[in-house]
């Protein structure tokens, strides 16, 4: 297995549309691999394949609570059958804009329809975290991140810093007058 690189917004490749897979064979359960020790490494509860830059409809989550045992999830092409009409509002966090929070308003309660890690059609009804980041993860495939259901003020204020910090991370380390690097604290 092997852990992926994950893209930072603002990029082209997170707006992007993602293409379904035509069947989960060995290079797509190799990539749901990757993406799951990507994910639990970061630490994350989510990760979809475009913010690994494949834009293919894959998407892996673990929604289960730090003192139980892990439960991931692999999903090929992802649709929501079912949403609740009750919504619910949750603060998320992405793994593309770290260190930004943020509360959404999604449905509560939503059954998905996937292929799993085997190729097999499933079904999940999902609700709390699991349910909020399988949503999260399928605005991935669509080129949504999480600040585009936000007011254009929050959410452009969110970019503008992620821009900034990504200037400030190609310029390289802050240097003191005699060129030396700034200590870490
Ligand atoms: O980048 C991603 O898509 C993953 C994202 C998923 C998510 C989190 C919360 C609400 C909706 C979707 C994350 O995992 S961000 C990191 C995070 O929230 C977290 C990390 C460690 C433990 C618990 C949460
Ligand atoms: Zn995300």
Known sequence: MALLPIIIAPDPRLKQISAPVARVDDRIRRLMDDMLETMYQAPGVGLAAPQVGVLKRVIVVDGSAKDEERAP??????????????????????????EHYAEVVRPAQVR???????????????EGLLGTCIQHEMDHLEGILFVDHLSALKRNMIL???TKAKKAEAKGPDKTPTGAPVAAE
């Open 73 to 98: 999830l692999c999903m090929a092409n992802p649709e929501l059958i079912e949403i609740s009409e009750e919504d619910v509002n949750y603060e998320e966090g992405c793994l593309s804009l770290p």
């Open 112 to 126: 998905v329809r996937y292929l799993d890690h085997e190729n097999e059609i499933r079904e999940l009804d999902a």
């Open 160 to 162: 503008r810093k992620l």
